[in-house]
């Protein structure tokens, strides 16, 4: 079974980047369509981007379009998301996770295993 663990989170100024990463073990990426989805403190959890097993196609909901890039390293596992000109509304624990095949890509539900998140903070 994929495991999944998050890192590169923590507390930076709003305007500042982070780049988080999502490191598998127990199995490879390279045939799973991956995402990160973020729950703020009392929301609910919230798709962010995803990206195609191979790389090539990506999407963002609109809060985070022109901010967040996603990306891959199949050869390394390990999938990477690159936020840029954070706002304190983009503070939550970000969680990656793999989608099911045959779900939707736009909602949390559409995915199954999942890392334990790492938090990012934003101070404004």
């Known amino acids: 079974q994929v495991q999944l663990v998050e890192s590169g989170g923590g507390l930076v100024q709003a305007g500042g980047s982070l780049r988080l990463s999502c490191a598998a073990s127990?199995?490879?990426?390279?045939?799973?369509?991956m995402g990160w989805v973020r729950q703020a403190s009392g929301k609910e959890r919230e798709f962010g981007a995803v990206i195609s097993w191979f790389g090539g196609t990506t999407y963002y909901a609109d809060s985070v379009t022109d901010r967040f890039t996603i990306s891959r390293d199949n050869a390394e596992n390990t999938m990477y998301l690159q936020m840029n000109s954070l706002k304190p509304e983009d503070t939550a624990v970000y969680y990656c996770?793999?989608?099911?095949?045959?779900?939707?890509?736009?909602?949390?539900?559409?995915?199954?295993?999942w890392g334990p998140g790492t938090q990012v903070a934003v101070s404004s």
């Open positions: 996770a793999s989608r099911l095949r045959g779900s939707t890509a736009f909602s949390p539900d559409g995915y199954g295993y």
């Open positions: 127990g199995g490879t990426l390279s045939n799973l369509d």
